[in-house]
């Protein structure tokens, strides 16, 4: 039995609400590239928002649907599948857009430091600079966002849970 997670309309919704979800993210993240100040870290929790907000949106989506009718189960691995999806694409943007606004971020002390930041961030005191900061906040803060929306929504919005027939779980 072939599962439903993997054909094709599927992962194209993972694919759009993954992006969705990663150009959210970067939203909140150019804000703090291009201002360069540690103040505006803050920008990044509403990146972190943003994502939940599309994933929630997504796992909104599956429930609608009565064709699919997926269980609660396979709603929960698709939102992790969109999830993750979208830290990759977040983490690939983030890096490109950090290359094209601050081009000295990969070398050991960029052209720019960060303005106002604390010692454990400036790479001249031995800090781990910048793009550190924000990639960790792109993969860890989203994957827990991500996985905690998915699991709330496919347990609390899904109505009538007890026809639900068991996931498959082969591929």
């Given amino acids: 039995m072939k599962s439903p997670l993997l054909n094709k309309r599927h992962v194209t919704q993972y694919l759009t609400y993954g992006a969705l979800a990663a150009l959210g993210y970067l939203a909140g993240a150019l804000v703090f590239i291009i201002h360069n100040n540690f103040d505006y870290t803050w920008w990044l929790y509403v990146g972190n928002v943003l994502f ?11 429930t609608v649907k009565k064709e699919d009718k997926l269980s609660a189960m396979t709603m929960l691995m ?13 983490c690939v943007l983030t ?8 081009p000295g971020i990969v070398t050991s002390a960029p052209a720019q430091p960060l303005a106002e930041a604390p010692a454990q961030v400036v790479p001249d005191k031995g800090g781990t600079g910048i793009a550190f900061m924000i ?3 792109a993969t860890i803060v989203n994957f827990c966002i991500g996985s905690f929306i998915s699991l709330i929504s496919s347990y609390a919005i899904k109505r009538n849970q007890t026809k639900d027939k068991p996931a498959p779980l082969n591929v």
């Fill in 52 to 62: 939940m907000f599309f994933i929630f949106l997504y796992a909104r989506a599956l």
């Fill in 95 to 102: 890096l490109i857009s950090l290359f094209v606004i601050q």
């Fill in 78 to 90: 698709a939102g992790h599948s969109a999830t993750i999806t979208g830290i990759v694409l977040a």
């Fill in 135 to 137: 990639f960790i906040n």
